[in-house]
């Protein structure tokens, strides 16, 4: 298996109900650290047009995708699609909370919620 990308900077949105919108997602945690396709197939050990498949929302065979998202960092979490919304709330603000922590680390207080 590949190596794992290091990658910075914001999130997209997680709900990917379609290839394409998971397409969108890949390619931003990729675009985000700055790193060219052919480099991330590269460290993926998986070839540039597999990775340029999926990232455009082509399908592709499971055992790859799960390849690209340890290679990127990432998980799949799936939920009935009735606590979707719960779900993506609570992400939220998981994500809220990560950022107020910074901010007080930064500024050595605790800084209000958005």
């Known amino acids: 298996m590949g190596r794992t990308i290091r ?23 990729r675009t985000t650290g700055g790193i060219k396709l052919i480099d991330a197939a590269d ?12 990232e455009n ?20 979490l799936v939920t009935d699609k009735a606590e979707t919304k719960d779900a ?3 992400i939220q603000r998981c994500r809220d909370t990560n950022d107020d922590v910074k901010l007080a680390r930064t500024y050595g207080k605790t800084w209000p919620s958005k």
């Open 7 to 29: 990658t910075e900077g914001e999130d997209v949105h997680p709900h990917a109900s379609n290839m394409e919108a998971l397409g969108r997602i890949l390619r931003h945690r």
């Open 88 to 90: 993506l709330e609570a």
């Open 57 to 76: 929302g082509k399908s592709t065979n499971i055992e790859m995708l799960f390849t690209v998202l340890e290679g990127l960092g990432l998980n799949l």
């Open 43 to 54: 460290q993926l050990r998986i070839s540039k047009s597999a990775l340029s498949r999926l």
